[in-house]
């Protein structure tokens, strides 16, 4: 996650300008009143869309009903007057039918099957990804790789494969099985990242294998079915590489190579005049490649590109002619941005977003961020015009919109709306709907009250104790704080060194803008992850522009976007404590499930407070360590589970200084002599 974001304490745009009409009627078997896989008839998020408002009132589109619906990232299917999704019910995965006109339960198929361990539970143990419809089944594939065939008509079981078991031994990923299934002529597809069984393609009516092939780690992405210089192929971005292979067979036709992006590949691939291969991610940045088909039946790839600026992490992205509009940036803030896909021309980045996915439909981008904030826009190359926006989830909502006609469906991680997106809704609607989900709160609410369970006594009885006290006043303390001066040391150990290097440091940061710190500079000894290549750099940034130097190349770089401050800004990062100046500190802390006083310990010759917490929802356990005097983080001590077993993160603070003087100048970049500036992002 980014690290100017307090998410780092723990560690999708979507535009494409089309006309309705130009769209065919049929799209491999899908009518233009149906949305029946991930990124709908195309899997390009063209939406079937008809009738949308040229504006929105400042109450936003009209709501049409809305529903509570369990943990989950799975975007929602439409197809003859029904829904299908998946979510988290209690302790089961589950598939659910819906009715599109009232959001009713038709039916749903609840199963056993848990995250698996090392799975990062802060964004919850709701299935990723999203299912598919093809003829009289679904097929689904829940956050732990268990796939199922059922009939769409009662959730009935035909069949299932576990793609993390022993027969299909797909790779683990610390974030769950994200990548949707694929539909091909009588197969469906599936990439799973085991030995020879990279990809797996299953006869849709058995479930037996038709073929599987490679031996290459799956990511996060969903394959895509593309036609590249006159040939049909499967294109799917993995761990390390984009890969292209022939659907009926396996074969490989071609692969190129994505590296030092920590396997975050998942924003699909966009393709311009057959050829001409536009990919993203969070880490590497973008690049545009040159596909030719050979005579001798493989494809020849050519990089003609490439760019940091513009980071499309796990959201999607279209395109208009050569163009290409989305949202870069690991978290928030993001920026909307376009980039020519040919010569990789970034004519503007647009500030004030979050994170975001998107629809295009009916010759308006409709925009959904991860706060929950709707916008309808349009997209060109010159420009970006937003003409309404409205609040409409409540954060996290990573789940694409799905449009079909003028009716949009989309959730967060606890309900499910529909909107009718050819007309606003009225002050008196937008009353009624907020009261009748009060309503239904309260009802909850009061039931909740008439029958406390029994961790809520304890819960009760633990705020009480000596540790929430102690956790109050720390909370109060740093509260009161407005920057900040430390020399710091991180020390990774156990698995955490695969995630972060070990590094000494400091700086001096300042506020809140409500998304990330405000003002920063912060120095910086480290390695690279993986090798024992050095780093010595500074960087910062005065809320504006942000700035990376690396005193060991002399080069200087600087950008509005954060992340200008490249693989160097991940260790900048864990030196800050964003608690010094965060708005709601050690709130995670206090509503912990539990927090336990473990005595004093001393921390550089200061007496702490050492307690223990586990956080709520399965968000992993740290131990903190607070001075017995100002109350103020001397430590902390991250215990994390990851896929490659258990580890620790310590962060440990010295010579701590409380709303320092500074010069204001110092926030800003003052080349130094000898030094080279860059145009571009830091490596």
Known sequence: MNEWTRSARFGALITTLAVALLLPAVVCGQTQDSWTRWGGPGQDFKAPAQDIAESWGEHGPKRLWSRDLGDGYSTILVEDGRLYTMHRAGDQEAVICMDAASGETVWEHRYDHDAHPGHVTQYGVGPRATPLISGDRIYTIGVAGMMHSLKKENGEVVWGHNLWGEVFGGNKLQHGYASSPLEYEDKVIALVGGEGKSIVAFNKVDGSVAWQSLSYQNSYGTPQILEIDGQEQLVAFMAQEIIGVDPATGEELWRHAVDGQAEQNISPAVLVDDQYLFLSSVVTGSRGLKLTHGEDGK??????????????????????????????????????????VKTGEIPWRKRGFAKANAVYADGRVIVLDENGMLYLTTATPEDLTVHSEVELLDRVAWSAPTIVGNNMYVRDKAKILAFDLSTSQTAEEAMASEESMAAAETVVAEAEAAAPAADEIAQAVEEDSEAIKILRKVDAAAKAVSGVRYEAVVEPAGAAVNFVSAAEGGGVFFGWNGQAVEKSRMSVKTTQRGSSEPIEATGGGDGDMFFLIDHLAKKAYVDFDPAVTGSSGNALGALRMVEFVHPTPFSDEINADTAELQGTEEIGGVECHKIHVVYQGGAGESTWFFSTEDLLPRRRIRHLNTPQGAGTLTVTITDLEVDPEVDPEMFSLKLPEGYEKIDDFAP
């Open 299 to 340: 494809t020849q790839v050519e990089e003609l590109w490439s760019s940091r600026k513009v980071r499309f992490f796990h959201v999607t992205s279209a395109n208009e002619g050569d163009w290409v509009y989305g949202s870069s940036g690991a978290g928030s803030p993001a920026f909307m941005s376009a980039v020519n």
